[in-house]
């Protein structure tokens, strides 16, 4: 029973922290201190779990921009995400080429989270004295492309975190608008490292916990599912500095256990 518990916890962990703007891959790290080591791919079932739920929550979109392409706006619009995605995953081909591995440590975890808290509140305070603008432009493209690398590079950044944020650097002020496009880039890009993680842990499955990883995978989607629906109306009328202030408040905690060793 703890077994499926703790299966449920990161599944929960997974589901919430994705595509919130605080690092699923550091959550993840810290958890499995605590619950235990999973598989490779048992981490790549419950991403995929927070990926169809994303693919769920943009359907329309997605079909919109796929089969209107004709339309002048639309056409614009997948053409610059087309763009972001191939710019990411050139770099990340690079990123791996050149032996970038995620550490299995909490430290660069922690540093991660007080930076990018401080930028967070940094870049709300810049964005608040710029105008609102809801237009997607190439600055904007090529800007979430090149941070979408961020996090495959220094764990505990946020994919989502790192391309909302470019995405408003460059322009793209209106908060839901800069979320959406961050969102719908991130799609086919999770989608292909999902593949590359499943291609490398393939032969690795013969003693797989494979209700686990059901169990996981329905976990997170469902979770996910809620948590994008509530920052997405969330984003409607608030800033993102709720969150910088939660990554402060842990990455100072996870100093402090590091210094007291209960986490390593």
């Given amino acids: 029973m703890s077994e499926i518990l703790n299966t ?10 994705e595509f919130l703007p605080i690092s699923s891959t550091g959550h993840l790290l810290i958890a499995e201190q605590f619950l235990g080591e ?13 990926i169809l739920a994303i693919v769920l929550i943009y359907q329309r979109r997605l079909l919109e921009l796929l089969f209107k392409s004709n339309e002048p706006a639309n056409r614009d619009y997948l053409l610059k995400l087309t763009v972001a995605v191939l710019i990411t995953l050139v770099l990340g081909f690079v990123a791996t080429k050149m032996g970038f591995k ?4 909490v430290l660069p ?7 990018g808290g401080v930028a967070i ?10 105008p609102t603008a809801s237009e997607v432009t190439w600055s904007v493209a090529i ?4 941070c979408q690398i961020l996090a495959a590079i220094f764990p505990g950044t946020s994919r989502s975190a790192a391309t909302i944020f470019a995405a408003m650097l460059a ?8 979320t959406e496009f961050a969102f719908l880039v991130g799609i086919p890009t999770m989608f292909a490292a999902t593949a590359y993680e499943l291609l490398k842990v393939r032969h690795e499955s013969g003693h797989e916990d494979w209700s686990g990883l059901a169990i996981g995978f329905v976990v997170s989607g469902v979770v996910a599912f809620i948590a994008v629906k ?17 990554r402060i408040i842990l990455g100072v905690a996870l100093l402090a256990m590091l210094h007291q060793g209960l986490v390593r």
């Fill in 38 to 50: 999973r598989s490779e791919l048992f981490n790549v079932a419950i991403q995929a779990g927070a």
């Fill in 121 to 130: 509140l940094v870049i709300e305070a810049y964005v608040a004295r710029k």
């Fill in 143 to 146: 800007w979430v492309g090149l």
């Fill in 109 to 115: 975890v922690a540093i991660a989270l007080l930076v």
């Fill in 171 to 178: 322009g793209l002020t209106l908060r839901p608008a800069a």
């Fill in 8 to 17: 449920v916890y990161l599944g929960i962990i997974e589901g919430i922290t």
């Fill in 230 to 246: 509530w920052l997405l109306r969330y984003v409607q009328s608030h800033r993102f500095t709720l969150f910088a202030w939660y």
């Fill in 102 to 105: 995620l550490p299995e440590t």
